[in-house]
């Protein structure tokens, strides 16, 4: 038996948790010899007692903890102790770090180099465009994109990292319950790509419940040198990864956004108790670690603008810089509703214009 296995059903005895594990390996100087004590040794142990010593004995009639690393092997998950040296350095930081983490993809050592970008599942247009501008020019500076995996802000910072640069994953379900499962193919691409890491603390088949995520919260902001907020209420997930990023002594960002949008109460919440930096821009970010070496970004060069019919270009003149309907369209431009709709397909062909859920639309830059 390896130390690995002998962590992992240590960890899955009940009642015995990480403190309880860590003490029992610093006593007897590893997993494997922890798991050989006789039980009644650990019974008499301070703080331990009949319960736990009864469950020693029971890792060897179920083996549920086999059944889970078979699954592990073969969706080629690597389990990563926190004695390895390829354990995240800045989550052995917190006092809570959890003992192992279930990896699809590949951890790097530039991945110290990371900022938590995080929000609400029910994000605005506005919130969505900052998570994919503000995390695409982090990723392209160099840092690695953290968050996790979540509808809404966590899947716009994730993408959009993955287009120029590296992002991980922490979820809140074991790596062989993937969630949410429309997810499915965003894990695949960040493993395939080689471009990061989705990561769990929770054994393979491990559901999605509610308990799980406040604990999961913990390790995206503990990875991470900071965390910017895109997008959240008061009373939230995200406040949540928040307070806990502020108990790690980890620096917090905030966007601002519009005073009558309850989903923005937190962000003003934390920048008015001067609790988070207030950011516009990644750069705003960079500025608070002057001594990294920043990636330069590329210069692109030999963009060619959309060429518009003479009506596309006057409709699109026509168009307000913030999101609106069609029906505000119609209303500012006097134009029929069938007329309108061919021209807004063509200005969404040629990605003049960007159609969001609920028919609503926004440019995309000048043309």
Not at 320 to 348: C, Q, R, W, Y
Request: charged residues 25%; aromatic residues 8%; proline residues 5%.
């Amino acid at each position: 038996m390896s130390e690995i296995e002998a962590l992992v059903i240590l960890s899955s005895i009940p009642y015995l948790g990480p403190v309880k594990i860590r003490f029992l390996i610093n006593t007897f100087g590893s997993a494997l010899k922890a798991l050989d004590i006789d039980p009644k040794i650990i019974e008499e142990m301070p703080g331990f007692g009949k319960r736990i010593s009864q469950g020693l004995h029971v890792w060897q009639d179920d083996k549920s903890w086999q059944s889970n690393l078979d699954f592990a092997k073969k969706l080629g998950v690597k389990i990563i102790s926190y004695t390895s040296p390829n354990y995240p350095k800045n989550l052995l930081e917190i006092d809570d770090y959890p003992l192992l983490l279930y990896t699809l993809g590949e951890l790097k050592f530039d991945d110290q180099m990371s900022i938590a970008v995080i929000g609400t599942r029910q994000a605005s247009i506005y919130g969505l465009e900052m998570a994919e501008q503000i995390s695409s020019n982090l990723a392209e500076k160099g840092f690695t994109i953290i968050s996790g995996l979540a509808r809404g802000i966590d899947t716009a910072a994730h993408l959009s990292a993955l287009k120029k640069g590296r992002t991980i994953a922490v979820i809140g379900s074991g790596l062989g319950n993937i969630y949410p499962s429309e997810n499915n193919k965003l894990v695949e691409a960040i493993v395939n790509q080689g471009a990061g890491a989705v990561i769990s603390e929770f054994p393979m088949n491990t559901p999605p419940e509610r308990q799980n995520f406040p604990r999961r919260n913990r390790i995206v902001s503990g990875m991470s040198l900071g965390t910017l907020l895109i997008e959240a209420p008061i009373k939230s997930g995200a406040m949540i990864t928040m307070e806990k990023a502020l108990s790690q002594k980890k620096k917090l960002f905030a966007i601002p956004g519009r005073l009558d949008n309850e989903n923005f109460k937190g962000n003003h919440l934390l920048i008015k108790k001067n609790m988070a930096k207030l950011i516009e821009s990644a750069d705003d970010i960079c500025a608070d670690f002057e001594t990294f070496n920043f990636r330069k970004p590329v210069e692109q060069t030999n963009i060619k603008k959309p060429l518009l019919s003479l009506d596309e270009q006057n409709l699109f003149d026509q168009m307000p810089n913030e999101e609106f309907s069609i029906d505000e369209l119609v209303v500012h431009t006097k134009m029929a509703v069938t007329k309108l709709n061919v021209l807004l397909m063509g200005l969404m062909l040629k990605k003049a214009v960007k159609e969001y859920p609920g028919k609503i639309y926004k440019k995309m830059g000048k043309v």
